[in-house]
């Protein structure tokens, strides 16, 4: 398994900006594919956006393309989660993740690592 740490989650309001991180250690991850996934109060836990380590492909849930962007930092085994116009439905709590995956997906069974998550609040 690998260890995750998120940050950058808060406050902000609707329209505004936030970029999520999630440093990762413990294994090499060359196998690895990385997500973000939230959950909002009373709601099941949702996929967001997933990244391959090797490659760079990616692949985001249909509700947040063209306003949140998945990327990673190689060398500093960080996963970064822009996230831009965003709305009060945007509100929960963000966790990063990883797995085994040769595709970048939004299969919550295949990530056997997660973070303890990030609280993002969006006001109106």
């Known amino acids: 398994q690998v260890q995750l740490a998120e940050s950058g989650g808060g406050l902000v309001q609707a329209g505004g900006s936030l970029r999520l991180s999630c440093a990762a250690s413990?294994?090499?991850?060359?196998?690895?594919?990385m997500g973000w996934f939230r959950q909002a109060p009373g709601k099941e836990r949702e996929f967001v956006a997933s990244i391959r380590w090797s490659g760079g492909s990616t692949l985001h849930a249909d509700s947040v393309r063209g306003r949140f962007t998945i990327s990673r930092d190689y060398v500093k085994n960080t996963v970064y989660l822009q996230m831009t116009s965003l709305k009060p439905e945007d509100t929960a709590v963000y966790y990063c993740a990883g797995g085994r995956s040769s595709v970048a997906t939004d299969r919550a069974s295949l990530y056997d690592s997660w973070g303890q998550g990030t609280q993002v609040t969006v006001s109106s």
């Open positions: 413990g294994r090499r991850f060359s196998m690895y594919v």
